[in-house]
């Protein structure tokens, strides 16, 4: 039956069946007593596969669950207890983070004009951290170079093809002759439905050369600041109260850097990633095989169908009423075509 509808249909953009070739559309007609034992074991075999796809759609969701509470976790300082009760000679004060924080900052402000001092985070709510941690603005605690993105038209674009990747809020949207960044950077959406949805991550490293528009936020963590625990955070943190617009969410830099982030010592940090990568590894290669699995079992659906229809899923009766007999009724039933017009 495929076969015979790619035969006929016309079209590419908008590919359609005439009447006249669905009329011709040859179909295997059985017994209707073998009609019924098809669509009941049709019906039995798919209502199992329903059940075992809702397990493993189910499946699939409570490992999002988990991927989320992992992150809660991480960002609590409730992951990494054991291991700084293990540490102590490790842990950092508040005040000692904050200040060393605030030192790289300044050193690493040299040869970008006069120094401006970070603006503080804008704390409502916020989790309890432990002791030893401090909170600290993304100001506080990154270098912004958004005042050097350069965006392009695309037709501009296709003018200038070449091997430097061109990023936009989600990642890499195209590619051209010249970068305007070398090195090893965190891009953070600034626009853009998936700063709500988060069908995709609003933070995302970039590295080497490449050039950046105006869609993304651009930053260095300072020393002492891992950029993988910044890009771990931010895509796992609601940043709703910080997004103003929902027909054109956005996230201009004023907000962005008051947005408070959880800050321990380095090693910690260390810590904090090692294990979030390692079991966000781990749900990773149980969603690929859960989606293997509701590949698998379309794939056996549509087995079930050709199987159905080729006389193959039921076993047949010799004393059933032959198909011949029920066409042959069919077509009695069926008045002739009218000729003309009345």
């Not at 759609?57 to 989320?68: D, I, M, S, W």
């Not at 350069?150 to 590619?175: C, F, H, N, Q, T």
Request: positive net charge; aromatic residues 8%; charged residues 25%.
């Amino acid at each position: 039956m495929i076969r015979q509808f790619e035969a006929k249909r016309l079209g590419t953009a908008v590919p359609r069946l005439n009447v006249a070739d669905i009329r011709e559309l040859k179909v295997s007609v059985p017994p209707l007593t073998e009609q019924k034992r098809i669509v009941a074991k049709i019906e039995e075999l798919f209502s199992e596969l329903e059940a075992g796809e809702a397990s493993l759609r189910q499946a699939r969701r409570q490992l999002g669950v988990y991927r989320q509470s992992l992150l809660k976790q991480a960002f609590e300082g409730k992951l990494t207890q054991k291991w700084r009760t293990q540490n102590p000679a490790k842990l950092e004060s508040p005040v000692a983070l904050l200040k060393s924080a605030a030192d790289n900052r300044r050193d690493q402000w040299k040869g970008r004009g006069r120094y401006q001092d970070a603006i503080g985070p804008k704390l409502n709510a916020e989790r309890p951290i432990p002791e030893c941690w401090a909170y600290a603005s993304l100001d506080q605690i990154t270098l912004n170079f958004d005042g050097q993105r350069v965006p392009l038209k695309r037709e501009d674009r296709d003018k200038r093809s070449g091997a430097y990747p061109y990023y936009g809020a989600s990642g890499i949207i195209d590619d051209i002759d010249d970068f305007l960044f070398d090195g090893d950077y965190l891009l953070i959406a600034e626009d853009g439905a998936n700063l709500l949805s988060r069908s995709t991550p609003i933070a995302f490293q970039a590295h080497g050369k490449f050039w950046v528009n105006n869609h993304a936020h651009i930053v260095q963590p300072v020393s002492a600041m891992l950029m993988r625990y910044l890009e771990l955070f931010l895509n796992g943190r609601d940043l709703t109260r910080f997004i103003s617009g929902t027909a054109q969410p956005k996230l201009n830099q004023a907000n962005l850097n008051q947005v408070p982030v959880p800050l321990c010592s380095l090693p910690e940090q260390q810590e904090i990633v090692r294990v979030l990568d390692e079991q966000f590894e781990a749900i990773e290669r149980n969603e690929r095989e859960l989606d293997a699995a509701l590949q698998r079992s379309e794939a056996l659906r549509q087995s079930i169908l050709k199987k159905a229809f080729t006389g193959r899923l039921v076993p047949q009766d010799p004393s059933d009423e032959p198909a011949s007999q029920l066409l042959a009724r069919l077509r009695a039933a069926v008045p002739p075509p009218k000729s003309g017009v009345a």
